[in-house]
């Protein structure tokens, strides 16, 4: 009944101030709009740039050969570093966090052809275990290179999907042939078209995969391009990598401390690079949000004032029939958060349609779609919870303060 009661008393004093309240309201409302929006554009830009970089793998190391920059056991430095398939078998056996790897061999030394159509993508020779690491999925229909092509070293190739347009149009190539150079190789499947950011050689869709040891033979490669493996918990990646590099700088008599001698790309690391600056970006927002609450924050403030100075003589005959200071405090401090819920309800009805209108504009792939989500909920909450109070504790004391003989005699 207190608030009920507060409720009735606010308006009736409110009422006097129309257009003050309304600009005092509108105020919230439009700091509410900015917190909520900004926070909102951030978390699905924030969502959508993981969502792109996740195209290229989860949680993969992508690990090339380089050049050394340090003399060790009798080697000069300058010495180049070239990775092979079997150096795959041999971390994978002395390392027993790594629990995918797999080696990458990539040329564009031949033509893909099929019928009169042809293109001059990155060929890519790869074991199954590669797949799943680099989320390299199949349209219905089709499937990935598996252990049985990897064996037989079959002729059998995955197409990326843009490949596939040129190539074949709209028509199901799984299970026609085309011409890697002069070979026949038969369609297994087409890549799912997804969306990928980053890349390392080309973008899966400009790829075609074929077995490894299929592109060793038709291309006689000596050398991998690359390995690429996993590890059991992301958290190790730093302790593997040195381990990566004892073990083939015992294999290539390079020193392990020599950086230079192989390149590691961890996309682990990336991502948490990238969760550090979105969590800059949110603060960032959240500031400038607050700056706009509080302006609202000034205004309700100011009106409160007004309204403890119009009821001076309302607080003496409280006060004189035995009213506390804590009674008066908690009725202005309550007068003000209502005016702030009230901003604050119509600012979220407010932020609602604009999520909902900018979520149909055809941006999505470069921005994300905004999401109102718990944590801009909480942030939202919290800067207005913390607004209300600032905004309302200062009138609210002054009133308690007042002296309830001066307030009568006033």
């Given at each position: 009944m207190r608030l009920l009661d507060a409720a009735r008393q606010l308006w009736a004093d409110l009422s006097a101030q129309r257009v003050r309240t309304t600009l005092t309201v509108l105020g919230i409302t439009w700091g509410t709009v900015a917190v909520v929006v900004l926070l909102a554009f951030s978390v699905g830009l924030e969502r959508q740039t993981i969502k792109r970089f996740h195209g290229l793998?989860?949680?993969?190391?992508?690990?090339?050969?380089?050049?050394t920059t340090m003399p060790h056991a009798g080697f000069r430095e300058g010495r180049s570093i070239r990775l092979r398939e079997a150096d795959a078998e041999i971390l994978a056996r002395r390392i027993p966090d790594i629990t995918m790897i797999s080696p990458e061999y990539s040329t564009r030394a031949a033509p893909v052809r099929y019928g009169r159509n042809g293109v001059n993508p990155n060929i890519t020779g790869i074991y199954p275990i590669y797949g799943e690491m680099r989320n390299i999925i199949p349209l219905p229909g089709g499937r990935f290179i598996n252990e049985r092509d990897q064996r037989e070293r079959r002729r059998v190739v995955f197409l990326g999907d843009e490949v596939a347009r040129v190539l074949f149009g709209d028509a199901d190539p799984v299970g026609d042939q085309v011409r890697i150079g002069d070979s026949p190789f038969?369609?297994?499947?087409?890549l799912q078209p997804k969306v990928q950011n980053s890349s390392y050689n080309s973008r899966d869709e400009d790829r075609v995969f074929i077995p490894a040891g299929t592109h060793a033979a038709l291309f006689g490669s000596r050398f991998?391009?690359?390995?690429?493996?996993?590890?059991a918990d992301a958290s190790r990646t730093e302790d593997v990598e040195a381990r990566v590099y004892e073990v083939l700088g015992a294999k290539y008599r390079f020193n392990p401390a020599d950086d230079d001698a192989l390149a590691v790309w961890d996309t682990a690391e990336w991502e948490r690079m990238f969760g550090f600056l979105f969590l800059g970006f949110k603060i960032f927002f959240a500031i400038v949000g607050s700056f706009t609450l509080s302006v609202g924050g000034i205004g309700v403030a100011?009106?409160?004032?007004?309204?403890?100075r119009e009821r001076t003589n309302e607080i003496g005959i409280k006060r004189s029939l035995g009213a506390t200071r804590r009674s008066i405090l908690w009725q202005f401090?309550?007068?003000?958060?209502?005016?702030?819920?009230?901003?604050?309800?119509?600012?979220?009805?407010?932020?609602?349609?604009?999520?909902?209108?900018?979520?149909?504009?055809?941006?999505?792939?470069?921005?994300?779609?905004?999401?109102?989500?718990?944590?801009?909920?909480?942030?939202?909450?919290?800067?207005?919870?913390?607004?209300?109070?600032?905004?309302g504790f200062f009138p609210a004391r002054r009133a308690a303060a007042l002296d309830p003989v001066e307030c009568l005699r006033d």
């Open positions: 793998g989860d949680r993969i190391v992508i690990l090339f050969g380089g050049r038969t369609v297994i499947g087409v991998v391009s690359n390995l690429v493996y996993r590890t100011n009106i409160m004032y007004i309204v403890v401090l309550t007068e003000s958060m209502l005016i702030v819920v009230a901003g604050a309800a119509l600012g979220v009805v407010v932020s609602l349609g604009v999520v909902k209108l900018m979520s149909l504009v055809p941006m999505q792939e470069f921005v994300g779609t905004p999401t109102i989500s718990l944590q801009v909920a909480a942030v939202t909450l919290a800067l207005l919870a913390f607004i209300a109070m600032l905004a």
